[in-house]
């Protein structure tokens, strides 16, 4: 598989598969580019599928300098990959990390993207828990560095938002666990420190998320705490957005509910690429209860 080159000279490993009307994955910070591999295996069967391993995630190039990560690179490397395979316009799926690089994709880049899956991105937006989320990402990365991530992996995977997936499927969890013990520390510790850490919150973002006329479908799941109130704020502020909750889901929503997401998200396009994933109707008032005259 191929490995392309960013703006800044970082190389990212990418693969792809399939034919017609590109999609791009872009994956969490706890996952990489296998993570994709169920909708992978699934929209192949329709779409040119491509999905890539971040900076920081090995194969692709782990820049030691964290100044080499930071929201509006990870932005820009997606539209890099995109450049690079020569696909103009794509639609564009992401989960957490990757979730808040597809939605700013769809403030920067809103020429180059058919639609928006935003999936569970909400992680240190609530404004409530704004310097929580800095510390502990700061703390994470220290521990990633410090035990290495083989040590690390057996904690982080047992976060709250992971242990539905646990319970419900402790194969595919274990899969989950296994390779992210197989991520690069220091990668792990500068995409923490410089991507995380430092991300605005999404309600910083309220004016220009008010303009984007980009489709968009917002996927939470109902056991992901800091998702969905997140979610909610998203669905009421961008215009052509729709919200899909996910009941006994927690963060890792593709692979906790692969068929369910796989559903959603191809009638998603398909709605789009009939022109029918339209802004809400002005007529349709969120403040009135019942109509009276």
């Not at 047992?158 to 402790?170: E, L, N």
């Not at 729709?242 to 593709?254: I, M, Q």
Request: proline share 6%.
């Amino acid at each position: 598989m191929p490995m392309i080159t960013t703006r800044d000279g970082t190389r990212l490993h990418v693969e792809e598969a399939g034919s017609g009307t590109p999609i791009v994955f872009v994956h969490e910070f706890g996952g990489d580019h296998r993570s994709w591999e169920p909708q992978m295996r699934y929209f192949t069967r329709r779409y040119r599928c491509i999905t890539y391993g971040a900076r920081g995630y090995p194969p692709s190039d782990v820049p030691t300098d964290v100044e080499r990560y930071s929201q509006a690179i990870a932005t820009d490397d997606i539209a890099d990959v995109m450049t690079a395979l020569g696909i103009a316009k794509a639609h564009i799926v992401g989960l957490s990390m990757g979730g808040f690089a597809t939605l700013h994709f769809g403030l920067r880049y809103p020429e180059r993207a058919l639609s928006l899956v935003v999936a569970g991105a909400g992680y240190g937006a609530e404004k409530q828990y704004e310097d929580y989320f800095r510390n502990v990402s700061l703390e994470v990365a220290r521990k990633f560095e410090e035990l290495g991530a083989v040590e690390f992996a057996k904690i982080y995977s047992t976060a709250a938002s992971r242990i539905v997936f646990q319970v419900k499927d402790p194969r595919g969890w274990q899969e989950f666990a296994t390779q992210l013990s197989e991520h690069s520390a220091v990668g792990s510790a500068r995409t923490m420190q410089g991507v995380q850490a430092r991300r605005p919150s999404i309600y910083d973002l309220e004016a220009e998320l008010r303009q984007m006329q980009v489709p968009t479908l917002v996927v939470v799941g109902d056991e992901d705490d800091h998702c969905l109130q997140p979610g909610l704020f998203l669905k009421r502020t961008v215009p052509a957005s729709g919200l899909l909750v996910l009941p006994k889901t927690g963060h890792t929503l593709n692979i906790d509910e692969p068929a369910l997401f796989n559903q959603f998200v191809a009638d998603f396009l398909a709605t789009v690429e009939q022109n029918k994933w339209l802004p809400r109707d002005p007529r349709s008032v969120p403040a009135e209860i019942m109509k009276t005259s």
